[in-house]
């Protein structure tokens, strides 16, 4: 059994998600292979080649891959899957863009999202928003599956020596071109790599209210997210959002701010580990997850717990 696993990464370094792919790959057992897909991705290969359990790392350097547009990708991936018993990916935006076309090609289905592996053919994953666990089984004669990273820790970044391979195949679909990118940039930890985040609700009033969570965030070294309903009234942008349509987060902490707690944005915070609440509606949902819970008005809380950290 030989499990190939899509590399995450930027064309400059692995993304952690990853390791955590690489994780799930391990529960299934077999040999792991990495896929490198991309334009100028030497170092990445050899970062790829040094994660714990990887036996063997393919890299596709080709102009076609500069920016893995899935059109050209997922052929890649679809040639190659087919000597393989599992194909894996994280539950990214590129991951859920290229297996279910991968998928389509190999004519199996996809399972979605595992948080957990039973064995080599059957998963966990979760459904309705998280409030019920599917185990699904798959006779597929290659699996697809997309792995929801915060299900699996990490495997270890350093300590592996796989062989690196370099693969000749260049798919150019021809009907996507890659026009440009906007990039948000902040010097605070990745929303969905952070280990503690610190997320605003419709109770922050405004956008500019967020300042108070965007001071304790740069005192704890936390990240700063929001629910649904703040993006959507237009506080932060939208790369902000926890929750089932926004990103999916497991931190140490995860300090929830007049968010009432509707379950699209349980959805994407439940895992973490402690989940501190504050909120002056005392009924608020949130509550009902909440490891530590205040019932106050935040603008008074926020900046008292500032003091203190």
Known sequence: MTILVIAEHDNKVVAPATLNTVAAAAKIGGDIHVLVAGQGVGAVA????????????????????????????APLVAELGKGYSHILAAA????KNI??????ALDVDQISEIISVESADTFKRPIYAGNAIATVQSNAAVKVITVRATGFDPVAAEGGSAAVEAVGA????????FVGEELAKSDRPELTAAKIVVSGG??????????????????????????????DAGFVPNDMQVGQTGKIVAPQLYIAVGISGAIQHLAGM?????????NKDEEAPIFQVADYGLVADLFEAIPELEKLV
């Open 46 to 73: 050899e970062a790829a080649a040094k994660i714990a359990g990887v036996s063997k790392v393919l890299v596709a350097d080709n102009a076609a891959y500069a920016h893995q547009l899935p059109e050209n990708v």
């Open 99 to 104: 297996l279910p076309r991968v998928a389509a």
């Open 270 to 278: 439940k895992d973490s580990k402690v989940i501190v609440a504050i």
């Open 92 to 95: 990214t935006s590129n991951g």
């Open 170 to 177: 260049a798919h150019d679909a021809g009907i996507s071109s």
């Open 202 to 231: 419709r109770g922050m009033q405004n956008g500019d209210n967020f300042k108070h969570l965007y001071a304790l965030a740069d005192k704890l070294g936390a990240a700063v997210g929001a629910s649904r309903a703040a993006v």
